[in-house]
Structure formats: structure tokens, C-alpha cells
């Protein structure tokens, strides 16, 4: 295989040496990677990766300018530690995605600057309400993603459980820390908050939104 052969098949399991060295970079280790059977640039379902890492470095992105806001209000009140352990976690998982973009050369959707505000403006403003606003926020937002990272799942195992193994670990992991951050959320009183049943649909539709616009944009 050519060097330029070889360096256009990183597997998913040297994502970090990969986002570090140029693509264009050639040798032993290289050569390693073109055995491996995981994702590689040439075998992957183009459209389908393509619009997977888009729209979870989105979602990942905008549920960091959310956690931001929260804490923007939040941060010296008794849920303050709460809310910063869950904006630890969202930004390993906007640096997974920033990882799988370089290495899959996945562009970001042109809707970044737009979640830059309105995912702070989401945050910010139900933490207005009180603990129980933005735990609501929390509650409804963590529900969407870990609902449209099942759905991710489905997808990848039916493309190819074997060749996706690697992302799909990488997902599940990030499902199962979205549905923890929503447990906390109930756990500190969000459905106590203002016209929650009203207030979650609101912010779920919104999320849907975003998904769509996030995955075509
Ligand atoms: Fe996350
Ligand atoms: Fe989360």
C-alpha cells in the first residue's frame, strides 16, 4: 500500500495518535493500522459516518454551552459541584467528537455559532428559574440524546456491527452517562419546576430540531 493508501485508513482505535500526527504521515505504525479490521476511511458508510460524528460533536457542543450556562447562574449554589460533574463528562465527549472529525475528516455543521448562543441562552435561562429549571432542561435534553444515541446504535448494528464495534462502544458509553446526568436531574427536584410537563416538551422539540438541521447542515 502506498503511503498515501496508508495514511487514509486510520482505524478508530488510534484516534488520539491520529489527530495528533499529519494524515499524510507515513511509516511503521502505518503500516499496522492497514491491517486492522475497524473503520477505516475507505470502508465506512460515508453518509452514514459523516452525519453520525456531525451531529453528535453538535450535540456534544451544545450540551457544553448548556451545562456553561447553567453554571453562569448556578455555579455558586448548592447544585453548583452537581451541574460542573456534568459538564466534566460532556466535555470528554466533545473531545471524543473533535477526535472522530480530524480523523475522519468529518466537517462541523454550519450551525456551531447558532448553538454557541442558544445552547447558553437555554442553559442560562432555565437556571433563571431555579435548580428545578435547569434540572428540568437537563432532564428533557439528556432524554433526547440518549434516545437519538439509541437510535445511532440500531443504525450502526445494522450496517455492521463488527467494522462500527469501536464507535458503538464509544456511544453506548456516552448513552449511559446522558441517562445519568437525566437521573440526576430527577433526583434534584426537576420535575418540581414551573409548567415542567410544558416546559420539557418545549426543549425536547427544540432538541429535535436541532438534530435534524444539525445532521443535513
Ligand atoms: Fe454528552
Ligand atoms: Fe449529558
Redesign the pocket.
Known amino acids: 500500500m502506498s503511503c498515501a493508501g496508508a495514511a487514509a485508513a486510520p482505524s478508530l482505535w488510534r484516534l488520539r495518535l491520529v489527530a495528533r500526527r499529519p494524515l499524510s504521515a507515513c511509516g511503521g505504525r502505518v503500516a499496522a493500522r492497514a491491517h486492522s479490521s475497524g473503520m477505516t476511511l475507505d470502508n465506512v458508510n460515508r453518509a452514514a459516518l459523516d452525519r453520525i460524528i456531525r451531529v453528535d460533536h453538535a450535540g456534544?457542543y451544545g450540551?457544553n454551552r448548556i451545562?456553561a450556562g447553567q453554571m453562569a447562574v448556578l455555579g455558586r449554589t448548592s447544585v453548583g459541584p452537581v451541574i460542573q460533574k456534568?459538564w466534566d463528562?460532556?466535555k470528554d465527549?466533545l473531545k471524543k467528537f473533535n477526535e472522530l472529525m480530524v480523523a475522519f475528516r468529518v466537517r462541523p455543521t454550519v450551525l456551531m455559532p447558532f448553538w454557541n448562543v442558544v445552547g447558553f441562552a437555554l442553559g442560562a435561562g432555565t437556571a433563571l428559574l431555579g435548580k428545578e429549571g435547569a434540572m428540568a432542561c437537563?432532564v428533557a435534553?439528556?432524554e433526547s440524546?440518549a434516545h437519538h444515541y439509541n437510535n445511532q446504535i440500531r443504525t450502526l448494528m445494522e450496517e455492521d456491527p463488527e467494522k462500527y464495534q469501536e464507535l458503538l462502544q464509544v456511544i453506548k458509553k456516552?448513552r449511559d452517562?446522558?441517562l445519568?446526568?437525566?437521573d440526576l436531574g430527577l433526583e434534584h427536584d426537576a420535575e418540581s419546576a414551573p409548567a415542567y410537563v410544558v416546559l420539557k416538551s418545549v426543549i425536547q422539540a427544540g432538541c429535535s430540531a436541532a438534530i435534524y438541521l444539525s445532521e443535513r447542515l
Open positions: 456534544e450540551a451545562y456534568m463528562q460532556e465527549h437537563t435534553v439528556e440524546i456516552f452517562e446522558e445519568e446526568h437525566h
